[in-house]
């Protein structure tokens, strides 16, 4: 499986970014399917998850009720909808894949990671 990340940016503080995963093969609608980030020094840290059939979801306490994720598996993509960012926002974001449906929080829990992409919130 291969991921592709895409959408990051620019954004002013209160802005909203949209951000996708486009996954390759036949499989994706069975992988759980997770959102993480990191900036420089840090751990990478999670953001959110989603269920193969998009039924459950998962945030991180620190993006809870401002983002969304969401999953499109005829197209074989997860979006990650960003409102209300913050500059503590900004970071390089991964998507990652779950080949057994497990939505972990833990990065090594996930099979698959796409490449990221860089969301910068400016103040």
């Known amino acids: 499986v291969q991921l592709q990340a895409s959408g990051g940016g620019l954004v002013q503080a209160g802005g909203s970014l949209r951000l996708s995963c486009a996954a390759s093969g036949r499989t994706f609608s069975s992988y759980a399917m997770g959102w993480f980030r990191q900036t420089p020094g840090k751990e990478r840290e999670f953001v959110a998850a989603?269920?193969?059939?998009?039924?459950?979801?998962y945030f991180a306490d620190s993006v809870k009720g401002r983002f969304t994720i969401s999953r499109d598996n005829a197209q074989n993509t997860v979006y990650l909808q960003m409102n209300s960012l913050k500059p503590e926002d900004t970071a390089v974001y991964y998507c990652?894949?779950?080949?057994?449906?497990?939505?972990?929080?833990?990065?090594?829990?996930?099979?698959?990671w796409g490449q990221g992409t860089l969301v910068t919130v400016s103040s």
């Open positions: 989603i269920t193969w059939s998009g039924g459950n979801t």
């Open positions: 990652a894949a779950d080949r057994f449906g497990r939505p972990g929080i833990k990065s090594y829990e996930y099979d698959y």
